[in-house]
């Protein structure tokens, strides 16, 4: 058994979701009993297209091209697919080592790839097909990895940057410079905001914030995975090494000396230092044209920064979004208030999943408090008496 390469930083994503189908795998037949409504004008997709979170969609679009090339090295067809496909493929997948990793996928990918194949369909206008058997060739990959105590049973998560992990990779920044500033501002705003990578790239100054008379500043977020608005509060930290106003506020005043007195704060800069240096990738221009950092850019500060000092672990912009949860939960904050400081809805099991399974031990752990209390409470009835 072994243990795939990919890490899910947060909550899974909605079966519902309809994908973007590559035009050269769309299927050229359709059911028999198709309903003449099941189809949407072109505006109709368009608008369905701009609901489906770009990173779902590449995503996804990956799995059905893989699932379409297997299927026809097999002779299988790709839409509708036959429940036996589906699950014929999974058996595939838990078998055969990946060409990037040399190992096969995981459960939880595998999870993902039968929302994938079950999502395209809808997409196409046909009925998902049962997946019965399918989920349970993955529930048995995930028994057998469980039993054998391979880490691939559990999905692997961003490890958390925490206060004192932030400020071990902020020593190793030079923060006289413009690309120090910069990754020193994106990792304290994003632990701050508790915010995930694709919710930081898109800040603006100075339209995302609004002075505070405390000195600190209101950071106008858009928190993506519940589409709201959310107005957070960042306020000056004692310690002036992980301050995320005064990091902040050194990038401005770095900004403006280049002459960037507005838009993107977190820009593309180039090992030469050049700001919003343009990028080709095969002869054609990519990236945001105004420079501004793309969220893998975002995540490839975090990986890179704490990866200088050494400490083990999976280091992605996500990190700082669990960061924050641990750092707050250290320093005894109540549970709904990280909620929702950090945009979490407040019945989120996703909030509860970011809670370390370490933290339910030392002082921590329940039993340890149900002791204590009982010792306080038997001291208290013998002095009453």
Not at 47 to 69: C, H, N, W
Not at 154 to 183: N, S, Y
Not at 189 to 194: E, N, Q, R
Not at 349 to 371: C, V
Request: proline residues 7%; aromatic residues 6%; hydrophobic residues 35%.
């Amino acid at each position: 058994m072994t243990e795939h390469a990919d890490v899910v930083d947060a909550e899974l994503v909605e079966e519902d979701r309809l994908p973007a189908i590559p035009e050269d795998r769309a299927p050229a037949v359709r059911q028999e009993d198709e309903d003449p409504d099941a189809w949407l004008p072109p505006e109709a997709e368009e608008d369905v297209k701009a609901g489906i979170p770009r990173d779902t969609s590449r995503a996804y679009e990956g799995d059905m091209l893989r699932f379409a090339q297997w299927c026809e090295q097999v002779g299988r067809r790709v839409m509708p697919a036959a429940p036996q496909t589906v699950t014929a493929y999974m058996s595939y997948l838990k078998r055969t080592p990946r060409e990037k990793t040399g190992r096969p996928y995981g459960p939880s990918s595998m999870d993902r790839i039968i929302a994938s194949i079950r999502s395209s369909h809808r997409a196409a206008g046909f009925k998902p097909p049962d997946t019965m058997g399918a989920r349970k060739v993955v529930a048995g990959y995930r028994a057998a990895l469980s039993v054998a105590q391979d880490p691939a049973a559990t999905t692997k998560k961003a490890t958390p940057a925490h206060r004192a992990v932030l400020r071990e990779a902020l020593a190793h920044l030079d923060r006289t410079t413009l690309v120090g500033k910069r990754d020193a501002a994106l990792m304290l705003l994003g632990h701050a905001l508790a915010s995930r990578g694709s919710e930081l790239a898109p800040l603006d100054w100075p339209a995302s914030f609004t002075e505070l008379p405390e000195g600190g500043f209101r950071v106008r977020v858009y928190r993506k995975k519940r589409k709201v608005w959310q107005n957070v509060e960042v306020l000056p930290d004692p310690e002036p090494d992980v301050c995320t106003v005064a990091a902040v506020r050194a990038l401005v005043a770095a900004l403006a000396d280049e002459g960037h007195h507005s838009g993107p704060l977190f820009l593309r800069i180039d090992q030469w230092g050049y700001m919003g240096a343009e990028m080709t990738r095969k002869g054609k221009p990519v990236g945001d044209p105004s420079g501004r950092i793309s969220v893998n850019g975002a995540s490839d500060v975090v990986t890179r920064s704490i990866g200088r000092t050494g400490l083990p672990g999976e280091w992605r912009s996500h990190s700082l979004r669990r960061g924050f949860v641990k750092t707050a939960r250290d320093a005894g904050v109540d549970i709904v208030d990280i909620g929702r400081h950090g945009g979490w809805d407040d019945r989120s099991k996703a909030l509860i999943g970011y809670i370390d399974e370490e933290e339910s031990t030392g002082e921590r752990n329940p039993l340890a408090k149900i002791g204590t209390a009982a010792v306080k409470q038997k001291q208290k009835a013998e002095e009453q008496q």
